[in-house]
T-cell receptor
Framework: DAKTTQPPSMDCAEGRAANLPCNHS???????VYWYRQIHSQGPQYIIH???NNETNEMASLIITEDRKSSTLILPHATLRDTAVYYC?????????????FGQGTELSVKP | DAGVTQSPTHLIKTRGQHVTLRCSPI?????VSWYQQVLGQGPQFIFQ???????GRGNFPDRFSARQFPNYSSELNVNALLLGDSALYLC????????????FGNGTRLTVT
């Protein structure tokens, strides 16, 4: 079973920041939080990951709460091409290769 | 650089047949994982291989098997196909087997009739 909970859908206006929440209250100390997105008919695309510190890359920022029980993915200036299903994933067994346990994800619709 | 490539992109099989799906990882990546994605759901982990050895197996029957070759490419085999095996089969590669990000291909769409 997935170790994360996400809202099933969200809308965002083009050009605005998209903030996608995720709960992972049972996360263990050595388990990383990963974010992927999947555009229709394509494979999941890696976005960002983190352990306990906030992370930023060219695609997004990841904010992890101090107790690590939740996180937020921020797309700073959403475009229509960001419309996709976003998966928040706890990577289990990091030091043994680690498998990704996907949940249902959040379907983000970016509207003009 | 080429990403993860999978072949074929689409496949139609009949119940009871077997199928072989192929995956070429990103150059330099030594770990390959396989996932099954049924319509409307998130991908489910099937196998992970690193340096030709199985590192992990998901909750799938023995009809599913895989292997990794010396050039790090991989095959997923499914025997005695069932209608419920119809899905998108995704391959992902990573640099090492110890938790570096996985990069996915666009999958093989298998339809079992």
């Amino acid at each position: 079973d997935a170790k994360t909970t996400q809202p099933p859908s969200m809308d965002c206006a083009e050009g605005r920041a998209a903030n996608l929440p995720c709960n992972h209250s049972t996360i263990s100390g050595n388990e990383y939080v990963y974010w992927y997105r999947q555009i229709h008919s394509q494979g999941p695309q890696y976005i960002i990951h983190g352990l306990k510190n906030n992370e930023t890359n060219e695609m997004a920022s990841l904010i992890i709460t101090e107790d690590r029980k939740s996180s937020t993915l921020i797309l700073p200036h959403a475009t229509l091409r960001d419309t996709a299903v976003y998966y928040c994933i706890v990577r289990v067994g990091y030091n043994q290769g680690g498998k990704l346990i996907f949940g249902q994800g959040t379907e983000l619709s970016v509207k003009p | 650089d080429a990403g993860v490539t999978q072949s074929p992109t689409h496949l139609i099989k009949t119940r009871g047949q077997h199928v072989t799906l192929r995956c070429s990882p990103i150059s330099g990546h030594k770990s390959v994982s396989w996932y099954q994605q049924v319509l409307g759901q998130g991908p489910q982990f099937i196998f992970q291989y690193y340096e030709k050895e199985e590192r992990g197996r998901g909750n799938f029957p023995d009809r599913f098997s895989a292997r990794q070759f010396p050039n790090y490419s991989s095959e997923l085999n499914v025997n005695a196909l069932l209608l419920g095996d119809s899905a998108l089969y995704l391959c992902a590669s990573s640099l090492t087997g110890d938790g570096t990000p996985l990069h996915f291909g666009n999958g093989t769409r298998l339809t079992v009739t």
